[in-house]
């Protein structure tokens, strides 16, 4: 969404995405977002990180978070300055043995806690929910899940799958990015 050649029905299409995801998560208590897909290769961390770009082009603070943590310090050591004003990112560490357990644990939700003082916005790239059950060990502490599916790739019945796994954390799904 940064480089100047990106034609305008795309750029338009993350805006537009930028703007309902803000109006969605206006009365919530959260201001986090879970970025999922059913499958790996749905367009998942590109949607994420372009919804980050367009938030903080909003003149909105926002905290990009890539959700395999690994094993660090303190989130404010690990964050990077993203090449944006308003943005900052939490690249991976080191892919721990264990992510859905550090997703869903006690430091995860601090970390949270912690940034959304300092932040308008949280976007999570988290893994897909049919390959791993990471991002649903957050439903308690987020805004709520993004779905996205690629089109002509992810199946009917994939995409029922994962929404179904979401449903039963009580977790809210946000929307559908296709």
């Not at 100047?4 to 959260?30: G, V, W």
């Not at 499958?39 to 909003?58: E, F, P, R, Y």
């Not at 997703?103 to 790239?125: F, G, N, R, T, V």
């Amino acid at each position: 969404l940064c480089a100047k050649d990106i034609p305008f029905p795309c750029s338009e299409a993350y805006r537009s995405i930028r703007t309902n995801l803000m109006f969605t998560l206006a009365p919530q208590e959260h201001k986090i977002v879970a970025v999922t897909s059913p499958n790996a290769a749905d367009g998942k961390s590109l949607t994420a990180a372009n919804i980050a770009i367009a938030m903080a082009m909003m003149n909105k603070k926002v905290l990009f978070i890539d959700a395999d943590l690994g094993h660090m310090t303190t989130w404010q050591v690990a964050r990077h300055l993203a090449p944006l004003p308003n943005m900052d990112v939490l690249t991976a560490g080191t892919c721990p043995p264990n992510p859905s357990e550090l997703l869903a644990s006690p430091a995860m939700k601090k970390l949270l806690e912690e940034a959304e003082q300092q932040y308008d916005y949280i976007i999570i790239d988290t893994p897909p929910v049919n390959v791993v059950s990471d991002a649903l060990g957050l439903s308690d502490c987020i805004g709520g899940i993004l779905m996205v599916a690629r089109y002509y790739v992810t199946t009917t019945k994939e995409l029922e799958t994962a929404l179904q796994a979401i449903s039963v954390t009580g977790a809210t799904v946000l929307g559908l990015v296709l």
